[in-house]
Every structure is written in structure tokens, then in C-alpha cells.
């Protein structure tokens, strides 16, 4: 069974983009690696990856406050993508690296927006 196809997230926009950006970001990686960029590869793949691990984490949490202590994660890691994508932008000045800065900024939204959400409906 394909990720995409699993029903566990056939509902959960959040699940299907962050999977899709580890790819994206998989791809990239790849791409540095045979470029011999290793480092930033390495950075950029484990922390664009995290992402969707630690926003799937999120849906077993034990609590609200442990959902958004993994989402808060998940956030971390996707500005800490980002900045690695600014980086390689600028030494690069690859084209690759809009199209995933604008993936990457669309799931800092949607994880900032569930996190204030979660926040509001805690009170």
C-alpha cells in the first residue's frame, strides 16, 4: 500500500502535503549529494522530512497539549527547511528552490493556523 492510499490520511491535507514535501525534498537532497553539497543535503533532508514524521506523530498524541508540543516541533523543523532552501537559493541561486520554498511556506501556514487553532480551543 502506497502512503497516499493509506485511509488513515485520506482526510488529512496536512499529512498528504508534508509527505509530498519530504519527496520534493528527498529529490533535492539527492540532487546536492551529486552536486557533493553533502552537508546541506544531509541538513536539508532531515529536516524537511521531519516535518511530515513529527506532524504524523502529532495525530497519536496523548493529549492537546502533547498535539501541539508535536506540531510546535513540526513548525521548527519546517522554518529551520526553509532557512536551509534561503541558503542554497543564495549560494546556488538554483530555480528548484522557489517551488519549494513556497510548499514549505503553505505548511508553515496550515501548521501555524492548526496550532492557534488547537490553543483557542483549549480555553
Known amino acids: 500500500m502506497k502512503y497516499s492510499s493509506n485511509p488513515k490520511h485520506a482526510d488529512n491535507s496536512l499529512l498528504k502535503m508534508s509527505f509530498s514535501f519530504a519527496i520534493d525534498i528527498a529529490r533535492y537532497a539527492e540532487n546536492l549529494e551529486e552536486r557533493k553539497k553533502w552537508t546541506l543535503a544531509n541538513q536539508l533532508f532531515r529536516s524537511g522530512t521531519s516535518i511530515g514524521a513529527n506532524a504524523r506523530e502529532a495525530q497519536n498524541a496523548e493529549s492537546r497539549v502533547d498535539f501541539i508540543h508535536k506540531l510546535k516541533i513540526a513548525l ?13 537559493t543564495e549560494l546556488f541561486n538554483d530555480t528548484e528552490t522557489e517551488s519549494l520554498l513556497a510548499k514549505v511556506n503553505e505548511l508553515l ?10 490553543k483557542n480551543n483549549q480555553r
Open 109 to 118: 501556514r496550515i501548521l501555524n493556523s492548526i496550532i492557534a487553532t488547537t
Open 76 to 88: 521548527k523543523e519546517a522554518e529551520e527547511t526553509e532557512y536551509w532552501l534561503f541558503l542554497c
